[in-house]
């Protein structure tokens, strides 16, 4: 697979359980969050999205936080499966269209 | 299938010998982006173009070029590589990068470059 986990922050959940994974942002002018999530030898693919003028937003399984006082951002991801298992990444985009992500967090889950 | 389609997925290449990877989509979206991933920076935007013959630079951009003669393709040239253009690129597409729009990536090309 491809190497991009390296010195990354890794979160070991058990099978069934909850995750959570979390992100602090820079920019108090963002005025939009997304999560994306990338396996090995892919590229990130799209989880999930929050406005800034909301806290929170579920979609399947996941729900997202946002806490705009501490510019936080957390991602839940319910009854975590093996298939959960990648990098997830945190992004913001900041002035309209200009993209800025996170390192990312890997998740392993424990069968 | 809506996606995007780049090549090659895998490059091994000498200092200084020109190279073009190449990224097409098919969801006839106007924003395109290129990205590099190295391990622990996570993804840093080179150039993006905003719609055909739009295109601006993002964090990254020296020693690369990009082209966006046509909506669907928007290569990423290197004139002359160097051993620290060394990385996982990434091609993204979307219908703006805003609200609603999220991006599309391409499963990645690993340019080796030595």
């Known amino acids: 697979g491809e190497s991009v986990g390296l010195h990354l922050p890794t979160l070991s959940v058990q099978e069934g359980d909850n995750s959570i994974i979390n992100c602090a942002y820079s920019?108090?002018?963002?005025?939009?969050f997304i999560w994306y999530k990338q396996e090995s030898g892919k590229g990130p693919q799209f989880i999930i999205d929050?406005?800034?003028?909301?806290d929170k937003r579920q979609g399947q399984r996941v729900t997202v936080l946002l806490n705009k006082t501490v510019k936080h951002l957390s991602l839940q991801i319910a009854a975590t499966q093996p298939g959960d298992s990648a990098v997830y990444f945190c992004?913001?985009?900041?002035?309209?269209?200009?993209?800025?992500f996170g390192a990312g967090t890997i998740l392993r889950v424990k069968s | 299938e809506a996606q995007v389609t780049q090549n090659p997925r895998y490059l091994i290449t000498v200092t200084g010998k020109k190279l073009t990877v190449t990224c097409s989509q098919n969801?006839?979206?106007?924003?395109m982006s290129w990205y590099r991933q190295d391990p622990g920076l996570g993804l840093r935007q080179i150039y993006y173009?905003?719609?055909?013959?739009?295109?601006d630079k993002g964090d990254v951009p020296e020693g690369y070029k990009v082209s966006r003669k046509e909506k669907r393709n928007f290569p990423l040239i290197l004139e002359s590589p160097s051993p620290n253009q060394t990385s996982l690129y990434f091609c993204?597409?979307?219908?703006?990068?805003?609200?609603?729009?999220?991006?599309?990536f391409g499963n990645g090309t690993r340019l080796t470059v030595t």
């Open positions: 993204a597409s979307s219908l703006s990068p805003s609200w609603d729009s999220p991006l599309h």
């Open positions: 920019n108090s002018a963002s005025d939009y």
């Open positions: 929050i406005r800034s003028n909301m």
């Open positions: 992004a913001e985009i900041l002035y309209g269209n200009k993209l800025v």
């Open positions: 969801m006839n979206h106007e924003y």
């Open positions: 173009s905003m719609n055909v013959e739009v295109t």
